[in-house]
C-alpha cells in the first residue's frame, strides 16, 4: 500500500501560489539524506537540539521517507506524530493518492529549529524530478526520541486535497 500522499493538495496548494516556485533556496551544506538538501545547521542552544546535524538528517530522512510513493502503510503511521490514530485521514490520502497515479518524492531545502523539539521544513514534493509543490512550508516535531512529520503538516495537506472540508481523525 502507498503511504499517505497529497497529490491533488500539492495541485491546489501550487495553484494557490502562482504555480512558481520563485527560485530555489541556496544551500550551504551537503546533502543529509537521499534527495535532501538540508542546510544552515544552526550551532546548539535553546532553539536547537543538542546535534543539529544529526537532527537534520532524521528530518530530511523522515521527510523524504514519508512523502516516498513506495513508503509502506506501517511505516508512514510510525514517520507520522499521531500516526496511529491517523487512519481514516491516511485512508484519505491514500485514496488521492491512487487516484493521481504519480511517482512521489520529496526533497528537503532547509530546516530551522524553532525549539528543540520543534522544526519548520521547506520541502518540494516532486512528481519524478518534476514540481508539484516547490517550495513548501511543514514542520517536524520530535516525539518520544523520533522526528516525526507533524499532524498539522499532513492534516493541512490532506484536506486541501479533500477541498478544504474536515479529515476524520484530523479534525479537532
Known amino acids: 500500500m502507498r503511504t499517505a500522499v497529497l ?20 544551500t550551504s551544506g551537503g546533502s543529509t539524506a537521499p534527495g535532501a538538501t538540508a542546510t544552515d545547521l544552526p550551532a ?6 543538542a546535534d ?15 512523502f516516498h510513493t513506495g513508503t509502506s502503510r506501517a511505516d ?8 496511529p490514530n491517523l487512519g481514516q485521514a491516511l485512508d484519505k490520502a491514500e485514496q488521492e493518492d491512487q487516484q493521481t497515479g504519480l511517482v512521489r518524492r520529496a526533497k528537503v531545502q532547509f530546516i530551522k529549529f524553532l525549539t528543540p523539539t520543534t522544526a519548520n521544513v521547506t520541502w518540494t514534493l516532486l512528481n519524478k524530478s518534476n514540481p508539484l509543490l516547490p517550495n513548501a ?18 492534516c493541512t495537506l490532506v484536506e486541501l486535497g479533500n477541498n478544504g472540508k474536515p479529515v476524520p481523525g484530523c479534525s479537532p
Open 7 to 26: 497529490t491533488l493538495a500539492a495541485a491546489l496548494s501550487l495553484a494557490a501560489c502562482g504555480g512558481s516556485s520563485g527560485g530555489s533556496t541556496p
Open 44 to 49: 546548539g542552544g535553546a532553539t536547537a537540539p
Open 52 to 66: 543539529p546535524k544529526a537532527a537534520k538528517a532524521e528530518i530530511s530522512h523522515v521527510w523524504t521517507t514519508f
Open 76 to 83: 508512514a503511521v510510525t514517520l507520522l506524530e499521531d500516526g
Open 137 to 154: 512550508s511543514g514542520q517536524a516535531v520530535l516525539v518520544d526520541g523520533k522526528w516525526k512529520v507533524s499532524k498539522l503538516t499532513f
